[in-house]
């Protein structure tokens, strides 16, 4: 695209903060990238937006497209003020899970298969419906261990969002870590969180909302019914020594 610059053909741009609550990657947020105004279409659809969203309620949601299945959650966020203290209501709009299994095309043949490609596509044309009807304001969507195997992955990413201006993010194991402890900060104490998907398997340890630890596997549901996955892959749960990091937590918060 003409916003294009000669540094995104070398690298990926990091995330540059906007907010508090809002990170873009693009390097013409760096402090060195020429000045480039933004365009009319965008500004519109910004004051568009403005005018049609309330300043304390708003819906959000998050789509998970992972080995196993698609998923999308969708939820109203109100800020409120209680006992004069600042404060967010959340409540669950809607929730649809949909089995398409993009797994067991990735660990058997290595890619994601016509059919099952047709379901995704499919599937995202429903969630961009619920969107819609939901009037959501922001959402994120990730793809976990299928596209990160799949050799025609980001082929198929591409599509979409040329397409359907559907973004994905495909995320990493310890991006999927991270997003764990960021839901569980608030919860006070040791926890043990571990998340069994179709093709990764993370282990997270958190302490009052720290991660302590970290580790994702590349075992999962699926895999093993494929009997794809390898002996380096078994032999590193052995290595990592949970019962000893367990031991290694700090002892000043009730497990």
């Known amino acids: 695209n003409k916003y294009a610059l000669g540094i995104d053909f070398k690298y990926q741009p990091p995330y540059f903060k906007i907010s508090d609550t809002h990170f873009a990657a693009t ?45 999308i959650l969708i939820k109203s966020v109100e800020r409120t003020i209680e006992n004069g203290i600042p404060s967010l209501r959340m409540k669950k709009l809607q929730f649809i899970r949909i089995p398409l299994r993009l797994g067991i095309d990735v660990f058997s043949i290595g890619k994601i298969g016509e059919e099952r490609e047709e379901k995704l596509i499919r599937t995202i044309k429903v969630f961009r419906q619920m969107l819609a009807i939901y009037d959501v304001k922001n959402y994120r969507t990730c793809a976990t261990a299928a596209f990160r195997d799949a050799k025609n992955g980001k082929k198929i990413l591409h599509h979409i969002r040329k397409n359907m ?62 009997k794809t996955t390898s002996q380096a892959d078994l032999d590193a749960t052995t290595r990592y020594d949970l019962h000893t990091r367990l031991e290694g937590m700090p002892k000043h918060s009730k497990a």
């Not at 201006?165 to 900060?185: Q, V, Y």
């Open 165 to 226: 201006d559907f973004d994905i993010d495909i995320i990493t194991g310890d991006e999927e870590a991270r997003i764990l402890r960021d839901c569980n900060k608030s919860v006070a104490g040791n926890l043990l969180y571990m998340d069994v998907g179709g093709g990764s398997t993370e282990i997270s340890l958190i302490s009052d909302g720290q991660l302590i630890d970290s580790h994702s596997f590349n075992i999962g549901t699926l895999r093993l019914l494929a």
């Open 27 to 71: 390097w013409l947020l760096h402090p060195d990238a020429p000045k480039i105004p933004t365009p009319k279409i965008i500004t519109d659809r910004i004051k568009r937006m403005k005018k049609q969203t309330s300043p304390n309620k708003c819906n959000i949601a998050a789509v998970d497209i992972g080995s196993n299945a698609a998923r």
